[in-house]
Each structure stands twice: as structure tokens, then as C-alpha cells.
């Protein structure tokens, strides 16, 4: 799906957790994520921090789409 | 170490006053079982049922199946940690009930059990249909949270397997398979002229129902480490998985590791076979990358020319598994990956989620996606129903008259990554 939006035109931002599948299937701008069963979340986290958590992965992930890229990156931090 | 594992051999099955071994015949006292099993306060109703090679009988969903072991000598017992207290394990002598199996079912603990059909093309994709198998059905308390659920079964079925096996303690097994593993440095010595090798097990630990034990510690908490092959044959990883039926290993599947099996039979003639490195399949990417390190630096400390690395499960552990292999090459090891594909239905699809050039020598148990129809069968141990939401079935699997259409994946050990199964393929 990355790479079909990708190739309409779009920039795409990857977020996902197994960052090496991401760079085998191609995606350009990669944020790592949390974990395979709560990629956008940590349900061990209280309720404020999660939010936090959540919020500035997101931010992240804006960043990165407003990012030039000369070849595949991954925004670690 | 030294492990002698005694074979009584078991051709047949039946219930009767007295749990015991006569003449090759295993006779279950079923009563004393259920009782037995019944202690867990967390099954609502137990029962035990025969279910033999070539019977029109299907058991599902199956959970795990296991092979009953006793310690005869030597230090520890089965399943240590868990059943036994946690002594090391693999050396002395161990009898094995040979052609038989305990199979646990009953209600459904996650979505992902599986399928034995005792005849018809179904069991030609099991190795279990060829055993006499008990089936353990355990059906849990009401509103059992599915992991204290997980756990009630996954002792159901090792308490049997050890209840079985205790009769065969003092019997002489019908022939003796003698497994012997030195010290790395003795090893090393003994045949210096042989390439050393070592087998790379990887153990599915997703979690939520997705885990291994090994000595009772639950696998996703361990860091890569070395065991003797023959702990494995004495129950040092048990199987706690409720994942996709097809290339899960069950407990029996530990017990029995073909790798570990054949890696033996060409040790000290093609090669010289050092020992097993487990290490796990975690959901946190810092653990795929620690745990794959990790490997890699032991082949390298052990002084490896080769190692044979084994996959459980699919999807993102094709990462740990890719992972593992370029690590290990890039230390200098040859290595060889057995994994199985989830290439569609027509098998065009790419088979694995992840890839490497470094992974150039693999070995598949087959494509789990081929869909095939089990016919009715006379008799359904366990709950039919769940042929729809398992794990390679889907709404509509289950027909009318009982037929199913579903793909290999729902059927336990089709395309097992120990290669404990018929299928593979070659590429030319």
C-alpha cells in the first residue's frame, strides 16, 4: 500500500514496528512504532502517558512526512 | 551428556481397570485419569476418548499433543520446571511410549488450534492420525480468563502424558536409541577434522497465547542461550501455543526434533554437532534485533563453519529468521534456514515476509495456503464449529454434511518448520 500510494504522487510515512520488512518492501520514510500487538499504543502505560506517547508518535510522524529524502530513512528519533 | 532413550513400543489403546502396559497394548484407566486431570479447579468437565489410525474420527480444535516420557535415571524428571522441579534434564535414561499420544481439545482458547483427521486425505498432512492418541477434552469453568485457560490445558495434557508414562518406568523399552553430546571443548577435540555445527532453534514467544516454555521460564523473557540437544528429549521446551496449527510445534514436536535427530545421525561421521542454541520471537523490534545479536556472537564464540536455523510460526518472524541468518553468514557461518510459505492460494505470492541474498540455502515444509476438503468424518472429538474461525478456515468452511474447506494451515503439523512432515519443494 505504501508503495502503490507512493507511486500516485503522494509522500507516505511508514510507522510500523518491524522496521527491516519496511526497508525489504521498499517504504521511503519509516517511523518506528511500538510493538506487533500495539504498534500506535502501550496498554502498559497509565492513561496520561500513553496519550503522550501516542500523540508524539503521531508528530513524529508528520515530521517525517514534511522531510525531504534522497533514499529510504528511518526517523529513529 | 548422555541420554538413553528407551522405546516401548505401543501398538494399541484401550480403556480398562488398570492404567498399565501388557504386551504392547497401553490400558488407560479412564476414571483415575479424569480424576486426576479434574484436580485443576479451573475445568468445568473432563473427558477422555480413543481416537486410532485409520478410525473415521476428527479431533478438533487441537491444542497440543504430547508424547509420554518418564525419567528412569539420571537426574530430574519430564518437563522440568513445570511438572518436575528444574534440575537439568538429558542425561541417564528416559522411556518413551512410543506410538501413542496424548491430544488435548475442548472449547477453544484462542482462535488459531488446529485439525487431526484420523483417515481420509486430511491425515496425510498429520503425522498424529498414524498414532493411537488420547484425547484429553477439557472444557474450562465459566468466564475463565484465556490465559489462565491456556495454562489449565496445557497441563491437562502434560499431567496425562506423565501419568501414561509412569507404567513404562520399570519395563525394558523394545530397543534403546543411545544420544550423546561432549562438552564444547571435548567435542571439539574428539573430531577436529569435521566442520563444526550447531542448530539455531527458534521458539515462537508473540505472546497472547503465542509462547514456549523452556524449564517452566516463559520463553519471551529468556535471552539466547545453549542447551545440550538431549535436554530437549527429557521436555526442556514445551509448547503453550494456541497459533496458526500448521507450523506451530507442539510439545511432541519438541520431543521428537527431527533437526536435532538428524543432526545427531551425521555427527562425528559428516560433521561435528556441538549443542542448540535457543532464542526466541519477540514482538518488541529491540528484541528481534538483541536476540538475533545474540545468536550470531555464540556462532561466532563457538567457532561454527555452519549452523541450521528453524523458524516457528509465520508473519513477523520471518524477520527473526532472516535476521538470524544474515547475522550468522555475516560472523562467516554458513547457514541453512528451514521455514515453510504462505504464498496464496496459487503459490504465486512471495513466500515470506522479509528476505535476504544471504539467505541462499532454505529448506520449506510446504505452502500453507493450499486449501483442501476434508470430507465428513463418523465421529468429531472436541467442537466441530470452530472450522469456520480457525485459523486457514474461513466463513463457510464448514459444510452441512459435515465437509470441510479450509487451507493446510488449519491442520496440526502440516508444514512444520522442524520438517516434521511430508511436504517440501526444490528448486532447480
Known amino acids: ?57 503521531v508528530e513524529k510522524a508528520l515530521k517525517a512526512l514534511e522531510t525531504e529524502v534522497e533514499d529510504q530513512t528511518v526517523f529513529e528519533d | 551428556m548422555r541420554l538413553e532413550l528407551g522405546q516401548v513400543l505401543i501398538k494399541d489403546v484401550q480403556f480398562g481397570d488398570e492404567t498399565k502396559i501388557d504386551n504392547g497394548v497401553l490400558y488407560v484407566n479412564k476414571k483415575e485419569l479424569i480424576d486426576l486431570i479434574k484436580e485443576d479447579e479451573h475445568l468445568k468437565e473432563v473427558d477422555v476418548d480413543i481416537a486410532k489410525p485409520g478410525e473415521s474420527v476428527r479431533i478438533t480444535p487441537v491444542k497440543d499433543v504430547i508424547e509420554p516420557r518418564v525419567k528412569v535415571d539420571g537426574q530430574g524428571g519430564v518437563f522440568p520446571g513445570v511438572l518436575s522441579k528444574v534440575d ?23 482462535f488459531q488450534e488446529g485439525i487431526i483427521d484420523m483417515t481420509g486425505p486430511g491425515a496425510e498432512y498429520t503425522p ?28 491437562a495434557g502434560l499431567k496425562a502424558a506423565a501419568y501414561l508414562a509412569e507404567v513404562a518406568k520399570e519395563l525394558n523399552p523394545d530397543n534403546v536409541e543411545v544420544y550423546e553430546t561432549l562438552p564444547l571443548l571435548e567435542s ?55 497459533v496458526s496449527a500448521c507450523d506451530k510445534n507442539t510439545t ?43 545468536t550470531a556472537k555464540y ?44 504464498a496464496g492460494r496459487d503459490g504465486a505470492s512471495q513466500s515470506l515476509a522479509d528476505a535476504d541474498p544471504l539467505a541462499d540455502a532454505v529448506v520449506t515444509g510446504g505452502n500453507a495456503n493450499e486449501v483442501i476438503e476434508l470430507p465428513p468424518m463418523d465421529k468429531v472429538i472436541g467442537h466441530i464449529d470452530v472450522a469456520d474461525t480457525i485459523a486457514g478456515g474461513f466463513d463457510g468452511s464448514l459444510k452441512e454434511d459435515g465437509s470441510i474447506i479450509v487451507e493446510i494451515q488449519a491442520i496440526t503439523g502440516a508444514t512444520n518448520e522442524l520438517g516434521y512432515n511430508k511436504m517440501s519443494a526444490q528448486g532447480f
Open chain 1, 1 to 57: 500500500m505504501v508503495k502503490e500510494i507512493e507511486r500516485a504522487g503522494l509522500p507516505v510515512v511508514h510507522v510500523c514496528t518491524v522496521v527491516p520488512i519496511s526497508l525489504t518492501v521498499g517504504a521511503n520514510r519509516i517511523v518506528p512504532a511500538i510493538a506487533i500487538p500495539h504498534p500506535l499504543g502501550n496498554p502498559n502505560l497509565e492513561p496520561e502517558e500513553e496519550k503522550s506517547l501516542r500523540r508524539k508518535l
Open chain 2, 88 to 110: 537439568v534434564v538429558g542425561s541417564g535414561k528416559t522411556n518413551v511410549l512410543k506410538g501413542c499420544a496424548v491430544v488435548t481439545t475442548g472449547k477453544i482458547v484462542g
Open chain 2, 128 to 155: 498424529f492420525s498414524k498414532l493411537n492418541n488420547l484425547v484429553l477434552r477439557c472444557e474450562p469453568v465459566d468466564d475463565l480468563k484465556q490465559h489462565n485457560h491456556e495454562k489449565a490445558v496445557r497441563f
Open chain 2, 188 to 242: 571439539v577435540q574428539k573430531y577436529p577434522e569435521l566442520p563444526k555445527v550447531a542448530y539455531v532453534q527458534m521458539l515462537q514467544s508473540q505472546g497472547l497465547l503465542h509462547d514456549t516454555y523452556v524449564y517452566g521460564v516463559d520463553a519471551k523473557q529468556i535471552v539466547p542461550t545453549i542447551l545440550y540437544p538431549t535436554e530437549i528429549m527429557d521436555g526442556a521446551i514445551i509448547s503453550g501455543n494456541c
Open chain 2, 252 to 294: 511432541y514436536h519438541h520431543l521428537n526434533n527431527p533437526v536435532v535427530k538428524d543432526l545427531y545421525a551425521k555427527h562425528g561421521k559428516e560433521i561435528n554437532f556441538l549443542g542448540v542454541i535457543i532464542t526466541n520471537e519477540n514482538v518488541y523490534l529491540a528484541d528481534k534485533e538483541r536476540s538475533s545479536n545474540w
Open chain 2, 299 to 342: 556462532t561466532e564464540y563457538l567457532g561454527l563453519d555452519g549452523a541450521v536455523i528453524s523458524q516457528e510460526g509465520f508473519g513477523n518472524p520471518d524477520t527473526d529468521l532472516i535476521m538470524n541468518c544474515k547475522k550468522i553468514e555475516q560472523k562467516g557461518v554458513k547457514t541453512v534456514i528451514i521455514t515453510d510459505e504462505y
